[in-house]
């Protein structure tokens, strides 16, 4: 059994189906105690300054780890830069795997690339149904996390935030995986109604900085909605393997994650949005469509370097839930 890097989520079916072990190498690097070491280490061996920290991070993780028989790379659909940073990878004797999403949800050139990365690891549509089949009832488990955090009120945004994003990988193991899902749910079924005033939304990639939930919290607000981290998840449920990475909003048009976040807000009664981006990315100019389109106050939120919130995004954050108090 290999280790198979991801640089984000991917069909993890096929992976897992292939017989390997799915590593997704962004968990490991915000995960780390030191973080900012990949960075350095990234930036010594010449990536510039001026390049999302994500990528350099990742980069790292992927060389450090030293025993990964390749990388999945995502080239449409998440960072224009992992590009580079495969082709970098490879100078550094790392084999990698493209996917791409396309841009316009066609079912045919999704299907193909499914296929791709099928032939490429070695499997076929039977077992990866068999995983997909396996994968189901943690997935529906996964949604009963969020259920509880939004209306049950006994689960924080941070516990909403971990175990959804690292759906993504299954922490290479699903059956360990669902037990520690399953702990969380058993826990906190009998804990005490969250009381928070303020109710947020978080939408944007999950974030570069380790204590926004806490801080949140520690002010009387909790985000009830994490978009992408529930994307993840594979909130929609579909027979149909391709139907299901199709319904994943994150790597399609922003206008297809505004109709998954418009009808989340309404359901979910939130007061405002933290939308964080990261910078050196494209995606910060999606800000001025949210903006436009969504009708709850919005607070941008951008990160750069791993670690603990700055006093200047601290003083932001107060200074917006003040106002939405």
């Not at 099928?118 to 259920?147: C, H, S, Y």
């Not at 370097?305 to 939405?324: C, I, N, Q």
């Amino acid at each position: 059994m290999g280790r198979i890097g991801i640089t984000t989520t991917v069909p993890s079916e096929v992976i897992f189906a292939a017989g390997h072990t799915p590593v997704d190498l962004n968990n490991i690097f915000i995960g780390d105690e030191q973080p900012m070491r990949f960075l350095e280490q990234a930036e010594e061996v010449g990536y510039p300054r001026n390049i999302c920290g994500w990528i350099k991070g990742l980069y790292s993780v992927a060389v450090e780890a030293g025993d990964l028989d390749a990388v999945v790379a995502v080239t449409q659909g998440d960072c224009s830069n992992t590009h580079a940073l495969m082709e970098t990878l490879e100078l550094a004797g790392i084999k990698t795997i493209p996917f791409a999403y396309p841009f316009d949800r066609d079912y045919d050139l999704l299907k193909m690339q499914i296929e791709k990365l099928m032939a490429a690891l070695g499997t076929n549509w039977d077992e990866v149904k068999r995983v997909q089949e396996r994968m189901r009832p943690i997935r529906r488990k996964l949604a009963e996390i969020d259920r509880m955090t939004w209306q049950d009120n006994v689960i924080s945004g941070w516990n909403n935030h971990l175990y959804q994003v690292c759906s993504s990988d299954f922490n290479g193991d699903m059956d360990a995986f669902e037990a520690w899902v399953d702990e969380l749910i058993e826990k906190s079924a009998d804990a005490p109604e969250r009381t928070d005033s303020i109710r947020l939304a978080y939408i944007g990639v999950p974030p570069i900085y380790t204590d926004l939930y806490s801080y949140l919290e520690k002010r009387g607000a909790r985000v009830v909605f994490n978009e992408v981290q529930r994307q993840f998840a594979m909130p929609s449920d579909a027979e149909d393997l391709v139907e299901q990475y199709r319904a994943y909003t994150y790597p399609y048009r922003v206008f297809d994650r505004l109709d998954d976040i418009k009808a989340e807000l309404e359901r979910r009664n939130i007061d405002g949005v933290i939308h964080y981006v990261q910078s050196f990315c494209y995606r910060q100019i999606e800000d001025m469509i949210f903006r436009e389109k969504l009708d709850l106050p919005i607070l941008t939120v951008e990160g750069d370097k791993p670690g603990k919130l700055d006093a200047r995004t601290k003083l932001r954050l107060d200074s917006f839930l003040e106002m939405l108090e």
